[in-house]
């Protein structure tokens, strides 16, 4: 089972949240028929929504994620609501390019170099939206960085997706915040255990748990305050997709019955489709009289 963690460090100025997300990114790389590469960034930015779902106080709450790059993925969407019900899609999920000396995927290369952005909705009409520029591609370091920057919140974020071909072998991460009024004898701990870990993927192929990656880096009387189960969910449906066709208006619906005769709506973030023959059209422009 998928799942994401939230806790505290002992002396309280710590606060972390660490995911499992391997079904998560396996459901996407179906999905969307995801080559490695795709399926590594896709899936660190789910693992990323994962992370943010237990900072969502309210259920009508979303967080979207948007990173924006120049590189031959295009845009990755990642979006998540207070029930941790998490979607998300990469403009180009068939991208090949070389891997790196190490032989290892190339994200930084496939992300290229631009901005990501964090929305926050509340359900109230003024959504809040923080922006940072991408600094490295691999996207942990790039969310470090705008938690810091961006929110004022100095954080750590591990993120990792073990490949193999279509197979996702392992996913998940970490992020740790420091609260305020932090001793400097506190981040220079952290900073030590941080810097011990050098592959997320290496230790969750090795069956360690959330709980378990958070301890490694907040000490062993780490305080857990909640774990919630993670999972894909989209809120498309036919009754979305038909509203959406009545929202063209009665020309445009005609041009369609006239010159194609259906419609295939595709939704990005799950790709399913969704088909209206030429009767149920019909029945669509009939009802805006």
């Not at 993925?73 to 991208?95: F, K, M, Q, W």
């Not at 190490?102 to 009409?125: E, F, H, M, P």
């Not at 939206?129 to 954080?155: H, K, M, N, R």
């Not at 020309?251 to 990005?268: F, N, R």
């Amino acid at each position: 089972m998928d799942y994401t963690t939230r806790a505290i460090s002992a002396d309280g100025y710590v606060r972390g949240f660490a995911a499992l997300t391997t079904n998560l990114v396996q459901e996407l790389q179906k999905r969307h028929f995801t080559f490695p590469v795709a399926s590594a960034a896709l899936g660190r930015t789910v693992t990323m929504a994962s992370l943010l779902s237990l900072t969502i106080k309210d259920k009508k709450e979303r967080i979207t994620i948007q990173v924006e790059g120049d590189g031959p993925l295009g845009r990755i969407v990642a979006e998540t609501d207070g029930e941790s019900n998490i979607r998300g899609y990469v403009d180009n999920p068939d991208v090949l390019i070389p891997l790196k000396e190490n032989g290892k995927l190339d994200v930084s290369g496939a992300v290229g170099q631009g901005s990501l952005y964090i929305t926050r909705d509340l359900g109230l009409g003024n959504p809040y939206q923080g922006a940072s520029p991408i600094v490295s591609g691999e996207l942990a370091e790039d969310f470090t960085y705008y938690f810091t920057s961006s929110e004022q919140t100095p954080s750590s974020v591990g993120l990792g997706v073990l490949v193999n071909r279509d197979k996702i072998l392992v996913a998940g991460g970490y992020m740790v915040q420091l609260l305020p009024n932090a001793p400097e004898s506190v981040i220079d701990m952290l900073e030590a255990r941080i810097s011990k870990i050098t592959s997320i993927t290496d230790l969750l192929a090795k069956d360690i748990t959330p709980e378990q990656l958070l301890q490694q880096i907040m000490g062993d009387d780490t305080r857990f305050l909640e774990k919630k189960e993670t999972r894909f969910g989209c809120t498309c449906s036919r009754d979305k997709v038909k509203n959406m066709l009545v929202s063209l208006g009665e020309k445009e619906l005609t041009a369609i019955v006239d010159e194609v005769g259906e419609a295939e709506v595709v939704c990005h973030f799950c790709n399913e489709k969704y088909q209206f023959n030429k009767e149920e059209l019909l029945e669509i422009i009939g009802s805006l009289d």
